[in-house]
Nanobody, 115 residues
């Protein structure tokens, strides 16, 4: 069964940095498409960044140049490096894995950007 779990959320000052981790189960992690989403209370869940099975990355315009998605295949883990954080980045961040018709969401990790 394909399962994911996020970690690394924290309180950080504007302009600061944070790295989120998403650990995935499964024997074929290298074939997964992995994505990070975020959602603030009362708002929709938006795609932040993605990395596909061949390592191609994509980013939402709002985070381009500040966030970097990467993966460690040996550790079945995908990362989201967040730099130059802004208050509007505050949200629960979710990891999503997809392989063929299978989709799995993590439980989310809270990121708060505030002074």
């Amino acid at each position: 069964q394909m399962q994911v779990a996020e970690s690394g959320g924290d309180l950080v000052q504007p302009g600061g940095s944070l790295r989120l981790s998403c650990s995935a189960s499964g024997r074929i992690f290298s074939q997964y498409n992995m994505e990070w989403y975020r959602q603030a209370p009362g708002e929709q869940r938006d795609l932040v960044a993605g990395i596909n099975a061949i390592g191609r990355t994509s980013y939402a315009d709002s985070v381009k140049g500040r966030f970097t998605i990467s993966r460690d295949i040996r550790k079945n883990t995908v990362f989201l490096q967040m730099n130059s954080l802004k208050p509007e980045d505050t949200a629960v961040y979710y990891c999503k894995a997809r392989w063929r018709d299978y989709v799995s969401w993590g439980q989310g990790t809270q990121v708060t950007v505030s002074s």
